[in-house]
């Protein structure tokens, strides 16, 4: 049983104020997929998070066209019953290796994500 398998059979029993849509599941999905490709600095005067360079070199990312600033799921559409378009805000329109790290990830939680980057 995968992630999204598991999602439907439980969310029978959660009560409805606090369901949460495909949508707003897979867009959380997604921002913790790019959560991911950062790491935390001891910083004194701030709370603060660099990009991990051995992560955005096994993934292929270093050489991609992305604002590590600010980068993060802009909208999740609903094509149809099962396939999904997440649109990634601060990333350059040609950056497959990143739409190919979500996608991948995504398929393996029972998840069919096709995605596209913008500025």
């Given amino acids: 049983m995968n992630y999204r398998q598991r999602v439907q059979e439980i969310s029978d029993i959660i009560p409805l104020p606090h369901r949460q849509s495909e949508t707003k599941i897979i867009e959380g999905l997604v921002n913790r997929l790019l959560e991911n490709l950062y790491i935390p600095i001891r910083d004194k005067k701030a709370v603060a ?63 069919d994500v096709k995605v596209e980057t913008n500025w």
Wanted: aromatic letters at 14%.
């Fill in 49 to 111: 998070f660099i990009v991990d360079k051995k992560k955005l070199e096994k993934y292929g990312l270093d050489n991609e066209d992305i604002n590590w600033g600010d980068l993060s799921v802009e909208e999740v559409i609903k094509v149809d019953e099962d396939r999904f378009i997440v649109k990634i805000q601060e990333a350059g329109p040609d950056c497959p290796n990143l739409c190919e790290y979500i996608e991948g990830y995504m398929f393996a939680w029972g998840w």
